[in-house]
Every structure is written in structure tokens, then in C-alpha cells.
């Protein structure tokens, strides 16, 4: 079955306490990218990455580091996670352009995080 | 920059209304248009996509047309059930933005729809 998988779904932890939310697609696509949701703000892209070794960043970026070292999976670090980023994480993977368009993402199952 | 308005909810509808939940779009280049749903406690789901102007997606009794002259993709369903009442969200992608495929999402409207 074609699917984004990410880990945890749900995780508390502490300020300060480095922290990983892992993402794994099994569908070949090149394109991946990291969003949070916030309740009155929608989705934001926190970061992308086009390829293998090829990240940068979206619209917040601030207080997150990403990875991509083979196809299939872009983890999300939290170096020295804070209350504000307490929100619900999602990983997406997109196989890009085709039939004149852009194709849909696909999205992980979300991370809720809570930062205490 | 590209943006997407749409329509602040709750909406609050009885079963078998009809329902228009309006999403307009600002955009530099030639976008794609989306609408995703998420059911309570679940991930977003592709509920409909048009890549280009005047294209109409439809999927499940819903529908939006991509119209260029009014910057706008509308979502629509003849006769809405309970099982609809989710948050739907607008979004657009334009391949020749910055951030690469990055949707730009509106804020979200949801729908309750009652017995």
C-alpha cells in the first residue's frame, strides 16, 4: 500500500529535550516536505527537500533541522524543542510535476507534539 | 506572494443542504488547486485537484472549477451528509515559486453537518 508513515503519532516531552519525528514514503517520489498545523493558521511548510542531500527551507523554519540522506525518508529534528512549537506535524511526499500539473502531496497520518 | 482565501467557518448545515465553501487564490505563476479534507483526528486527504483554468475536479459529489477570470475554486456538493462534517482546506501549488511544490494552504473551513 502506497503511504507516508511518520513516528511517533503522539509525543510530550520538555524544553530543551532534543527530539526526532521520523518520515518514511514508499513511493519513489523525490519531493518531500515537513508542515504544522496551528489551530486559526492553517499549514505551513517548515521545511522541503527536492531530492537525496537536497533541503531548504519553507516558511518556518526556525528552531528545526531536517535530513535527507536516502529517498525515502525526511526526518524532522528538534534540536531544543520549545513550548511554541507544540502543534501537529505533517510529512508529505509528492512525485512532482505531470500531465501538465502539479500532483497531489501525500500526507503522513501527523505527529502531535506538545512541549511542556 | 502566493496566498489562499477561504472562507472562515464553522459552517453549520442540515443533512441534504447544499454547500459552497468559497476559496480565492493570489499567484505569480500557473497553479495547481486543491482541496483537502481531514476527517477529526486524522491526516489530510486529497478530496479534489484542478491543474488548469476552466478544469473541473469532482470526487465523491464534490466539485470546484478552476476559474482564472476570478481567481477563485470554489467548493461545492448538491446534498451534504453527516459523515461530510470535516475541515476542508483550499490549496494551491505553483511550480514556479521558490519553495518548489510547497501548497499554499488557506486557513480552513469547517463544516458540521446535522441530522
Known amino acids: 500500500e502506497a503511504q507516508v508513515t511518520q513516528n511517533p503519532r503522539y509525543l510530550i516531552t520538555v524544553t530543551g529535550k532534543k527530539l526526532t519525528v521520523t518520515c518514511s514514503q514508499n513511493?519513489?517520489?523525490?519531493?518531500m516536505s515537513w508542515y504544522r498545523q496551528d489551530p486559526g493558521l492553517g499549514l505551513r511548510q517548515i521545511y522541503y527537500?527536492?531530492?537525496?542531500?537536497?533541503?531548504d527551507k519553507g516558511d518556518v523554519p526556525e528552531g528545526y533541522k531536517v535530513s535527507r540522506k536516502e529517498k525515502r525518508n525526511f526526518p524532522l529534528i528538534l534540536e531544543s524543542p520549545s513550548p511554541n512549537q507544540t502543534s501537529l506535524y505533517f510529512c508529505?511526499?509528492?512525485?512532482?510535476?505531470?500531465?501538465?500539473?502539479?500532483?497531489?502531496?501525500?500526507f503522513g497520518p501527523g505527529t502531535r507534539l506538545t512541549v511542556t | 506572494g502566493d496566498s489562499v482565501t477561504q472562507m472562515e467557518g464553522p459552517v453549520t448545515l442540515s443533512e441534504e443542504a447544499f454547500l459552497t465553501i468559497n476559496c480565492t487564490y493570489t499567484a505569480t505563476g500557473y497553479p495547481s488547486l486543491f482541496w483537502y479534507v481531514q476527517y477529526p483526528g486524522e491526516g489530510l486527504q486529497l478530496l479534489l485537484k484542478a491543474t488548469k483554468a476552466d478544469d473541473k475536479g469532482s470526487n465523491k459529489g464534490f466539485e470546484a472549477t478552476y476559474r482564472k477570470e476570478t481567481t477563485s475554486f470554489h467548493l461545492e456538493k448538491g446534498s451534504v451528509q453527516v459523515s461530510d462534517s470535516a475541515v476542508y482546506f483550499c490549496a494551491l501549488s505553483d511550480m514556479f515559486t521558490g519553495s518548489g511544490y510547497a501548497l499554499n494552504f488557506g486557513k480552513g473551513t469547517s463544516l458540521l453537518v446535522t441530522p
Open positions: 527537500s527536492m531530492n537525496v542531500e537536497v533541503t
Open positions: 508529505a511526499s509528492t512525485p512532482g510535476i505531470g500531465g501538465g500539473g502539479i500532483y497531489e502531496q501525500y
Open positions: 513511493m519513489n517520489h523525490e519531493y
